[in-house]
Antibody, heavy 117, light 107 residues
Framework: QLQLRESGPGLVKPSETLSLTCTVS??????????WAWIRQPPGKGLEWIGA???????YYNPSLKSRVSISVDTSKNQFSLKLNSVTAADTAVYYC?????????WGQGTLVTVSS | DIQMTQFPSSLSASVGDTVTITCRAS??????LAWFQQKPGKAPRSLIYAASSLQSGVPSKFSGSGSGTDFTLTINSLQPEDFATYYC?????????FGQGTNLEIK
């Protein structure tokens, strides 16, 4: 059974870098069938697609975040990661990782990241 | 970016009712449209892709239709577990974009 789990600090200071890792179990991140995505949801608001990565390292980013975001993959650990720099309170959200097979079909439980001093 | 607009933004219905949610794209997206269900405190669940194809394990009470710019999600015979927020998403181009959500509440 495929599972995805987000991990990382729940509190980040303004202007610093948010770093999260998604660990994939029950399946290989190196499968040629899937992209692996990050999606976020500010409290009480809708969903925002952040970006996605293929096992080869090919990436797509949301232009609204592109200058601040980086997604990487570590196939040896079956993990992919998100870095978002220069964060502000507007980046406070639940961050989800997901397998993207045409559309995100398996999601992690999500992790709340709060940006506050 | 392709803008996705859902309506209504909220909807009240009773158990047993049939409801329809609409999603409109700012430009044609063929049938590259998905629907998700989200319950409070939970991750979204994929229901439909390619506008009308059900994900594995999704009951047939959910159905989708549309092509181009206008799409609908219909839920038949509402049960208590169906009351949730529903989102559409286009995957015709990057960045993927979601509608703002439709909150389906019990009347």
């Amino acid at each position: 059974q495929l599972q995805l789990r987000e991990s990382g600090p729940g509190l980040v200071k303004p202007s610093e870098t948010l770093s999260l890792t998604c660990t994939v179990s029950g399946g290989s991140i190196s499968s040629s069938d899937y992209y692996w995505a990050w999606i976020r949801q500010p409290p009480g608001k809708g969903l925002e697609w952040i970006g996605a990565i293929y096992y080869s390292g090919s990436t797509y980013y949301n232009p609204s975040l592109k200058s601040r975001v980086s997604i990487s993959v570590d196939t040896s650990k079956n993990q992919f990661s998100l870095k978002l720099n220069s964060v502000t309170a507007a980046d406070t959200a639940v961050y989800y990782c997901a397998r993207d097979f045409v559309v995100p079909d398996f999601w992690g439980q999500g992790t709340l990241v709060t940006v506050s001093s | 970016d392709i803008q996705m607009t859902q309506f209504p933004s909220s909807l009240s219905a009773s158990v047993g009712d049939t409801v329809t949610i609409t999603c409109r794209a700012s430009q044609g997206i063929s049938n590259y449209l998905a629907w998700f269900q989200q319950k409070p405190g939970k991750a979204p669940r994929s229901l439909i892709y390619a506008a009308s194809s059900l994900q594995s394990g999704v009951p047939s009470k959910f159905s989708g239709s549309g092509s181009g710019t206008d799409f609908t999600l219909t839920i038949n015979s509402l049960q208590p577990e169906d009351f949730a927020t529903y989102y559409c998403q286009q995957y015709s181009s990057y960045p993927r974009t979601f509608g703002q959500g439709t909150n389906l509440e019990i009347k």
